[in-house]
Nanobody
């Protein structure tokens, strides 16, 4: 069992930056690949970024590539999402997730993640 708690969301102007954190409980954090997903009002939850267990490989949605950076610190049981050059369309609730996806396609799918945080709101004003 893994419990995930996100933090770091807030209100920021377009062009600004935020850094989200997701702290995991338990001693099995390094066994899981981690992902960040987001959900805007009235829309389905969508993939933003993922990272493998060691942190050596990262994956991004085209919409955030070049602006967002995912990283993890297995010693601190924490995964991060650094978000730069934020746009109003980045406004959403951001969720971190832990799971065991294998392929790139699986990493982008919500069904391959077993544990989810409660989400943190990110609002980007124009």
């Amino acid at each position: 069992q893994v419990q995930l708690v996100e933090s770091g969301g807030g209100l920021v102007q377009a062009g600004g930056s935020l850094r989200l954190s997701c702290a995991a409980s338990g001693r099995t954090f390094s066994r899981y690949a981690m992902g960040w997903f987001r959900q805007a009002p009235g829309k389905e939850r969508e993939f933003a970024a993922a990272i493998n267990r060691s942190g050596g490989s990262t994956y991004y949605a085209d919409s955030v590539k070049g602006r967002f950076t995912i990283s993890r610190d297995n010693a601190k049981n924490t995964v991060y999402l650094q978000m730069n050059s934020l746009k109003p369309e980045d406004t959403a609730v951001y969720y971190c997730a832990a799971g065991t996806p294998v392929t790139t396609a699986q990493r982008m799918g919500v069904n391959w993640y077993d544990y989810w945080g409660q989400g943190t709101q990110v609002t980007v004003s124009s």
